[in-house]
């Protein structure tokens, strides 16, 4: 999960909110994200899908069996649905998504027994470091919002 | 969602699962693609996401709003939340997808009124032609794999 945060400050820095991703197979990683939806000015360019691609460009393959994603914030429906398209074998999260968790928090696809295959899950990991970056952010946004609409 | 089955038709072409979408705004397709899983050998390379990174570009923003989604079968998980994700104003699709339809059959995350964007949704548009697509493309297959079993 650190090296998650790690990806989750390179959002911060260049002003993304912040939020990483790795993805691990046999203690190696395969893959690495973080959120760009902004620089990119894609909707799809979450850290979970980036690292995804990642991964499955390093093994060569859309199946990523065996293999586990770790991500400072918990997922939301989209990159939950890429984790289980991806055939994943767990995903570790740190802080809950209240209001877009779509592991734990409003649903759990990754879960689901309908679908055609099912995702470990291990949650709250870091939960105080992940979650910590994320208030620091917000927080700064809101202060610099205050002093702009002052000037 | 004659274009989105033309698109479809692209996928087929080259061995694909047979699924189409567009992106239509204003009434100019803003975005298109064909499911390009295994050619790609990306788990997110479903049509859809394909066609919502293609309309982001063409607009030059990751916020579809007022645009609307066609894709020939329901989309799973992933591509309703990037569907959400988008702002995307309604997806109107053709064929439900039992195992994995995540706009009608299985849950519906689009309309999640929990989630902070809904997306109106229009459902079973040329269902016939766009399921007739999906069963001789499994048909098909089918008969293949019992021909190269007997060889």
Redesign the interface.
């Known amino acids: 999960m650190e090296q998650a945060i790690i990806e989750a400050k390179r959002a911060l820095a260049i002003g993304e909110v912040p939020i990483g991703a790795i993805i691990v197979k046999d203690e190696v990683v395969i893959g690495q994200g973080y959120n760009q939806?902004?620089s990119?000015?894609?909707?799809?360019?979450?850290a979970e899908?980036i690292a995804?691609?990642q991964a499955?460009?390093t093994l060569?393959?859309?199946?990523?069996t065996g293999a586990d994603l770790y991500v400072t914030l918990e997922p939301?429906?989209?990159?939950?649905?890429?984790i289980?398209?991806?055939?994943l074998q767990q995903v570790v999260f740190g802080a809950y998504d209240l209001?877009?968790g779509?592991v734990s928090s409003?649903?759990n696809?990754v879960e689901?027994k309908?679908?055609?295959h099912c995702v470990q899950v291990m949650a709250g990991i870091c939960e105080e470091a992940c979650s910590q970056l994320l208030k620091d952010f917000f927080q700064d946004l809101r202060t610099r919002n205050i002093y702009n609409s002052e000037r």
Chains 1, 2 share one sequence.
């Not at 939301?76 to 890429?82: E, H, I, S, V, Y």
């Not at 289980?84 to 055939?87: E, P």
């Open positions: 939806r902004e990119l000015q894609d909707p799809t360019a979450h899908i995804i691609k499955a460009r060569g393959t859309w199946r990523l939301c429906p989209m990159c939950a649905g890429a289980v398209n991806a055939r209001k877009a779509a409003l649903m696809i689901d309908r679908l055609n």
